[in-house]
């Protein structure tokens, strides 16, 4: 069901939104709602906003805050902004050139903003050309993720596209980054530090934008997925020093970052 918010634990909820098409894959796009203990609501990756879904939140709180966790996740943060005109959005780092119709109050850094900091942690995983923040929710032991994990069920995808899914490694029971964008880390030893950052947090469950949630023995399940990355290090840099990718999906991957 589209735009139901779904109860994740205390304070956190979920609702699916639409799909929208990204390289010839639907990809189903989801937001996260977070009631703060000061009672204002802060919106993760907004999906497109309904009526019913406007309904639901009105019943919660007030929206404060909207939250770009990459430069991929922002096609309704307008839509949302127009809805909650005194509401404070926050771009991820390199959105603000991306958007420049957006006026933005903040960008995402490695500290959390002193308004949800009380409930929520977060860490900036950069190292590539898609630098993500990622998102922890102390009373629900809950971390959010945008792209850089997908866990989507083997049978979401047919045909070709299934084919490509299951060897890009975004499906359970191996789920995690395509495998082009990890290609993309230019700096792995600044992603990594940020990973083991995460992992200190007290894990339980995990919050994906794309595939299942996890519920049980969540900081087991991001090692797993993060394998290619926390193995052994063997240098900073991956064979395509400095990220210099001119041609193929690598560099389609690069430009759709940007546009």
């Not at 990355?229 to 041609?247: F, I």
Request: aromatic letters at 12%; one cysteine or more; a positive charge.
């Amino acid at each position: 069901m589209s735009d139901v918010l779904r109860a994740f634990g205390k304070g956190i909820w979920f609702a699916d939104g639409a799909t929208v098409s990204y390289y010839g894959f639907d990809y189903p796009t989801r937001m996260v709602l977070i009631q703060l203990s000061e009672g204002q609501l802060f919106v993760w990756s907004p999906i497109a906003l309904s009526g019913k879904l406007q309904r639901d939140i009105a019943a919660l709180g007030t929206v404060s805050f909207l939250v770009s966790p990459n430069r991929l996740h922002h096609l309704f943060l307008q839509e949302w902004k127009a809805a909650y005109p005194r509401a404070l959005a926050y771009a991820s780092p390199g959105l603000r050139n991306k958007r420049p119709d957006i006026v933005f109050d903040g960008e995402l850094g490695d500290l959390p903003e002193s308004a949800w900091a009380p409930d929520i942690d977060q860490v900036v995983v950069g190292g590539s050309p898609l630098t993500e923040v990622e998102f922890f929710h102390h009373p629900s032991r809950t971390v959010i993720f945008a792209d850089l994990i997908q866990n989507f069920q083997p049978d979401c995808f047919k045909g070709w596209r299934a084919i490509v899914a299951r060897l890009d490694g975004i499906c359970a029971p191996n789920p995690g980054a395509p495998r082009e964008w990890r290609l993309l880390f230019y700096n792995r030893r600044i992603a990594r530090s940020a990973m083991r950052r995460i992992l200190t947090w007290p894990i339980e469950r995990v919050l994906v934008a794309h595939g299942e949630p996890i519920l049980l023995d969540g900081k087991t399940f991001l090692r797993r997925a993060f394998k290619w990355l926390l193995g052994p290090e063997t240098g900073s840099r991956t064979p395509n020093a400095g990220g210099q990718v001119r041609h193929g999906p690598l560099a389609n991957c690069r430009r759709d970052f940007d546009r």
